[in-house]
Each structure stands twice: as structure tokens, then as C-alpha cells.
């Protein structure tokens, strides 16, 4: 099976920084990769999709780039509301997440 | 409104059964795959399984779970038996949005990213 391994683990940021989380698969996966963002006792929020393409009402601050093996998930300013936990996904057989990213508040 | 309401979670002895629903509204219902994720306790997501033109499932619950769907109900199910204290989660189901490319090999064309979930239902296994 394809693994996902997302880092870092925990990041701590202040509002208006800008955030990068990478997600590499053990092996290719092309643009099969998805991004979620995940609030405590709240379900998952699709934010991009083919690696790159920002799902239809999320912010333009979120930008998704990569293909391949290597994958980045970019917050260009943070807000208060992107405290969370971000996931990447695979969406080739077994689509199987990363071990998240919690971005916490410095 | 799109929407998925989950439900049949519970508390449940090791080795027993449980079945899960999830309701749909808001959109044509038979034109989607539809996927189950469960969250344990303070852990990350994982995947589950997988009903399309054909039905997927984790090495962690295949032989013991089992997806179906009833399209006339707007409704995935997920029959859950012999379970065990490791099952032990928030249980969401999740629609395949149909967004982007779809992952096509040996004939058979896999789901892509979740667009729409429910909110969850939790599923505790102890005795």
C-alpha cells in the first residue's frame, strides 16, 4: 500500500504567517492527492483536490502544489480560524490519509 | 441543502455486531460513490471502505465489515460484526465528490476526494 507521511506533526504559527505542511508518498501518485482541514469534535472540510485545485468556496489563501511523490499544502496568512488539523490524502486505490498536521497557535 | 446524517452508533461488547446508516439528502444520491472513514479516540483519519461500481475495504476490517447501499433510501450502510475494542471510533461517511481525475487501472476506476461528510456517529466497543 501507498503511505502518506506528513510533516511536521504539530506546528505552531502566529496569525499571519505563512504555513507550509509537505505530504510524501512512498510512491507516485501523480495529482491523486487531496487536502482536508479538520476542527476538534467537527468532521473533515475538503480544501483542495488534484493537488492543486481549491475546492469551490475555500479561501484563495489556501494553495495546494506538488505531483509525484511530494506535495505541499501552503496557508499564505493565517487566520484565527485555521487553527486546525490538516490532512493529504491519496485517491488512487486505497485512498489512505497522512497522520496529520495540527497547527497550533504560538 | 447537501447533507449526511449518520446514525446506529453505540455502545457494543467485543464480538458483537452493529450496523450504521447514513441518510442523504440533498442531491441525486445514486449518481455518487460513497466511502466510510472512522476517527478513534485523539487519532488521525482512516479510511474504511468504499462503494462505487465495486466496494473496497481496509486490511483492518476486511471480512468483517460490510458496505451496501439502498439508492430507493437515499442510504449507504455499513454492517459491522465481530468487533473490537480497536474499532473504536467516530464513524463518518463521506461522498465521493466526483472532483478531478479519477484513478482508472485494469478496467476499474477508484474514488476521488471526499467533498461532502456527515457529522459522525460513535461507535465504542467495551465490555
Not at chain 1, 489563501?61 to 511523490?69: A, N, V
Not at chain 1, 501552503?74 to 485555521?82: A, G, Y
Not at chain 2, 471502505?49 to 476490517?61: P, R
Amino acid at each position: 500500500d501507498i503511505q502518506l507521511t506528513q510533516s511536521p506533526s504539530f506546528l505552531s504559527a502566529s496569525v499571519g504567517d505563512r504555513v507550509t505542511i509537505t505530504c510524501r508518498a512512498s510512491q507516485g501518485i501523480s495529482s491523486y492527492l487531496a487536502w482536508y482541514q479538520q476542527k476538534p469534535g467537527k468532521a473533515p472540510k475538503l480544501l483542495i483536490y488534484a493537488a492543486s485545485t481549491l475546492q469551490s468556496g475555500v479561501p484563495s489563501r489556501f494553495s495546494g502544489s506538488g505531483s509525484g511523490t511530494e506535495f505541499t499544502l501552503t496557508v499564505s496568512s493565517l487566520q484565527p480560524e485555521d487553527f486546525a488539523t490538516y490532512y493529504c490524502q491519496h485517491l488512487t486505490t486505497y485512498p489512505l490519509f497522512g497522520g496529520g498536521t495540527k497547527v497550533e497557535i504560538k | 441543502e447537501v447533507q449526511l446524517v449518520e446514525s446506529g452508533g453505540g455502545l457494543v461488547q467485543p464480538g458483537g455486531s452493529l450496523r450504521l446508516s447514513c441518510a442523504a439528502s440533498g442531491f441525486s444520491f445514486s449518481s455518487y460513490s460513497m466511502n466510510w472513514v472512522r476517527q478513534a479516540p485523539g487519532k488521525g483519519l482512516e479510511w474504511v471502505s468504499f462503494i462505487g461500481s465495486m466496494t473496497l475495504y481496509a486490511e483492518s476490517v476486511k471480512g468483517r465489515f460490510t458496505i451496501s447501499r439502498d439508492n430507493a433510501k437515499n442510504s449507504v450502510f455499513l454492517q459491522m460484526n465481530s468487533l473490537r475494542a480497536d474499532d473504536t471510533a467516530v464513524y463518518f461517511c463521506a461522498r465521493d465528490g466526483g472532483l478531478g481525475p479519477s484513478f482508472c487501472s485494469g478496467g476499474t476506476c477508484y474514488s476521488r476526494s471526499f467533498d461532502i461528510w456527515g457529522q459522525g456517529t460513535m461507535v465504542t466497543v467495551s465490555s
